[in-house]
C-alpha cells in the first residue's frame, strides 16, 4: 500500500459562486511517488476543486498504485489510464470527463501553493469577460544549474489581456471556451499548450493575469535536457508556422562562425583572434542584456558560467528545431493542414 500524508485537513470551503464548478486536470507517466507530494497539495488548497481528473498515459512504475490509492481516499479523485497519449489528447481527455464549468490545469512535476488554486480561478469567476487566465512561477531549484536554467525559463506575461498567453503547466479557463477552441491540438507532440492559447486569443477572449496564484516548477537538471527541451519546443513553433526564420537564420548564422573559427584555431592558432572578436559580438547581442538582469537577482559569480552556458545551449537548439519544425510545416502536408483547419474551426 502507497504511503501518502494524511496530516494536512482536506478543506472544503466554497470556492466558486453559485453556477460554478471547477474540476483540476492533469495528465501524467512514471511519475511513480513524486506525484504524492503534487496529489497532497492539489487535495489540501485552501479552497477545494470540486474534482480532480487525472489521465495517466500508461505509466510502468508506481504510478497506478499511487493513484488508486488516493482514488480509494478522497472521491473527488478520479483518474483513466490511456496508454501511449501525448499531452495534449491526455488533457482532452481529462477536460471531456470534467463535469466542471471551469478547469484548471497544471502538470506532473510541479507543486502549486496553498492559495494557487483559488487566485487562479477567481478571475473567471468575478469577471464574465475573461475566457483564461495564467498563472505566474516559482523555482524549485535543487542545484545552481537548475537555479539559473529557471530564471532564463521563466515565462514573460503580456500586461495585455488581449495578448496575453497562458500556459498549460499552470492555467484555467472555461469549459465552454476549450468547446468553442476545438480542444488542445492532439497532432502536436509540443508546443500544444501555445496553440492552444493562440485559438483561444483568436477567438478574442482576454486572458487574465493571476500574479497570487504561484506554482513551483523544477527546471531540467542538465545541459542535455535543457537542450532537447528547447530543441523540442523551437520544433513545436515551427510547426504551427510561429517562427521567424529570417531571426533564425541570423541567430544560426552566427554560432556558426564562431564555432567554426574555434575549430579552425586548432590547425592555425592565428584564427583564434577572430574568434575573441566572433565571441565578444555573440556576447554582446545574445548574453550581455540578460546577464545584467541575471546578476540583479543573484550574488552568486557562478552566474558568469552557467549564465552564458545556458543562452547559448537555448538558443542554439530553439533554433535548430525551429528549421527542423518549419521544414516539417512546410513540407509535410499533416501538420500544414491540421494548423490551418485548426485555427479555422468554428469560426
Not at 498515459?57 to 499511487?66: A, E, K, Q, R
Request: glycine share 6%; hydrophobic share 40%; net charge neutral.
Amino acid at each position: 500500500m502507497t504511503e501518502h500524508n494524511d496530516s494536512t485537513p482536506f478543506l472544503r470551503h466554497n470556492i466558486t459562486a453559485p453556477g460554478h464548478k471547477v474540476s483540476i486536470i492533469l495528465t501524467i507517466l512514471n511519475e511513480g511517488k513524486g506525484l504524492i507530494p503534487l496529489l497532497d497539495a492539489l487535495l489540501s488548497q485552501s479552497h477545494a476543486a470540486d474534482e480532480i481528473v487525472i489521465v495517466d498515459g500508461g505509466s510502468t512504475d508506481s504510478t497506478p498504485d499511487v493513484l488508486q490509492e488516493y482514488a480509494d481516499h478522497h472521491e473527488i479523485l478520479k483518474f483513466f489510464t490511456v496508454s501511449g497519449v501525448n499531452i495534449a489528447r491526455g488533457r482532452n481527455i481529462a477536460i471531456s470527463h470534467a463535469t466542471g464549468n471551469i478547469i484548471a490545469v497544471t502538470d506532473g512535476g510541479c507543486l502549486p501553493d496553498k492559495n494557487w488554486l483559488k487566485e487562479l480561478v477567481t478571475p473567471l469567476i468575478k469577471n464574465d469577460v475573461y475566457g483564461a487566465v495564467a498563472g505566474t512561477f516559482k523555482i524549485d531549484s535543487h542545484t545552481r544549474f537548475e537555479y539559473f536554467a529557471g530564471l532564463l525559463s521563466l515565462p514573460q506575461h503580456s500586461e495585455d489581456d488581449k495578448t496575453r498567453m497562458f500556459y498549460g503547466r499552470s492555467s484555467a479557463f472555461r469549459k465552454s471556451v476549450w468547446e468553442e477552441a476545438g480542444g488542445y491540438p492532439e497532432w502536436l507532440y509540443t508546443a500544444e499548450d501555445t496553440l492552444f492559447a493562440c485559438r483561444v486569443l483568436q477567438l478574442n477572449y482576454p486572458v487574465a493575469l493571476a500574479r497570487h496564484s504561484i506554482l513551483s516548477w523544477r527546471p531540467r537538471p542538465n545541459l542535455k535536457k535543457l537542450a532537447k527541451m528547447f530543441f523540442l519546443y523551437g520544433r513545436g513553433q515551427g510547426r504551427i508556422n510561429q517562427v521567424n526564420m529570417q531571426g533564425t537564420r541570423f541567430w544560426l548564422r552566427n554560432h556558426a562562425i564562431w564555432i567554426s573559427t574555434l575549430l579552425m584555431g586548432l590547425y592555425s592558432p592565428w584564427i583564434w583572434i577572430l574568434s575573441l572578436f566572433a565571441c565578444g559580438y555573440m556576447y554582446k547581442i545574445l548574453i550581455a542584456t540578460q546577464m545584467s538582469a541575471i546578476r540583479e537577482l543573484s550574488n552568486d559569480r557562478w552566474r558568469e558560467i552557467y549564465v552564458p552556458m545556458i543562452i547559448v545551449t537555448r538558443n542554439i537548439s530553439t533554433n535548430i528545431g525551429s528549421v527542423v519544425g518549419a521544414y516539417e510545416y512546410s513540407h509535410v502536408t499533416h501538420f500544414r493542414e491540421r494548423l490551418d483547419e485548426y485555427m479555422r474551426e468554428k469560426l
